[in-house]
């Protein structure tokens, strides 16, 4: 099995990891941004906003993880967030309180 592995500083001091061959067509590759070490597919660690996904500079979605596992999903601009689901869509709190909130402007 031949292995990539490349682990840097990029001009913005980002590390980044490349575990696997990617070209051999490896099931087992990683990547790592902010990670010399990824453990899944893909890993991101940042404080902040870990992932951001444009359509221009103003649509966009984002994803952020913070202490414990607070998770935010959000859109830019007016974006609405849409789940479409070919199955159910489960949501499964452990502390047993789902909230929905409305905030009128």
Known sequence: VST??????GTLKTTYAIFGDPWEGNTTTKVGIGVADPDTALEIFRDGTQLKLSYDSDSY???????????T????EQGNLTLDAAADII??????QISMKHWSH
């Open 4 to 9: 990539l592995s490349l682990v840097g500083e």
């Open 61 to 71: 979605a984002t994803v952020a993880v913070a202490a414990s596992s607070h998770t």
């Open 73 to 76: 999903l959000a859109t830019g």
């Open 91 to 96: 949501l499964d709190a452990d502390g047993d």
